[in-house]
């Protein structure tokens, strides 16, 4: 059973479900069935609701200018939309954006990925979202956006490394390490004494 939080959208901390899928790879222009999320590696999904659509196709565009820079940390970028694979291929092929990337487009056609993650629109197609999962298939990051509203791919590499900063770090009982506000990678994490650090932050 999936853990889900007011409207219907998953837990941080939840396992998400897996999903087999079928993806176009435009590197090697191949339509394959893949295993949503990618085991064992950092899964950043980004979700849009149609492609040949202007808005999401900047997200694409935004996210393919990191994508080498997530690849060299363990992290694989998908994008998820209710399109069919073939339109996925030929908006790829046409789009003076989307043709820039090597971003894989995942089929979500019957709508059960943009389902479990609480993306489903009432018209059926995906809200604007993105999701980050860790190597052990754990939800650590999630959020929606009005669909005229694009992503911000740079923060969302800086909350990856600062999940992935987080999730290397060494476990010592009674106290923790956690990123603050407007943190960038390079910066120092926050490094708590979990007793005796309270109300000195």
Not at 37 to 60: E, L, M, Q, R, S
Request: proline share 6%; net charge neutral.
């Amino acid at each position: 059973m999936i853990n889900k939080s007011i409207g219907d959208t998953m837990e941080i901390g939840a396992k998400v479900p897996e999903f087999f899928a079928r993806t176009y790879f435009p590197k090697e222009d191949k339509i394959e069935k893949m295993r949503v999320p990618v085991a064992g590696k950092w899964n950043i999904i980004t979700f849009h609701p149609g492609d040949f659509t202007f808005v999401c196709a900047t997200d694409i565009e935004a996210f393919g200018a990191l994508q080498e820079q997530f690849e060299k940390n363990n992290a694989v970028v998908l994008a998820v939309s209710t399109d069919s694979i073939f339109a996925h291929k030929v908006w790829h092929q046409t789009s003076p954006r989307v043709s820039k990337t090597n971003i894989p487009l995942v089929e979500d056609a019957n709508r059960s990925i943009t389902s479990a993650f609480g993306f489903l629109s009432p018209s059926g197609s995906a809200r604007r979202g993105i999701v980050i999962i860790d190597p052990e298939g754990n939800l650590q990051y999630y959020a929606v956006f009005n669909d005229a509203l694009g992503k911000d791919a740079k923060h969302i590499y800086n909350a990856f490394i600062g999940l992935k900063s987080i999730y290397e770090a060494p476990k010592v009982e009674g106290k923790m390490k956690a990123i603050p506000a407007n943190w960038e990678p390079g910066k120092p994490m926050l490094e708590v004494d979990t007793t005796k650090d309270i109300g000195k932050l």
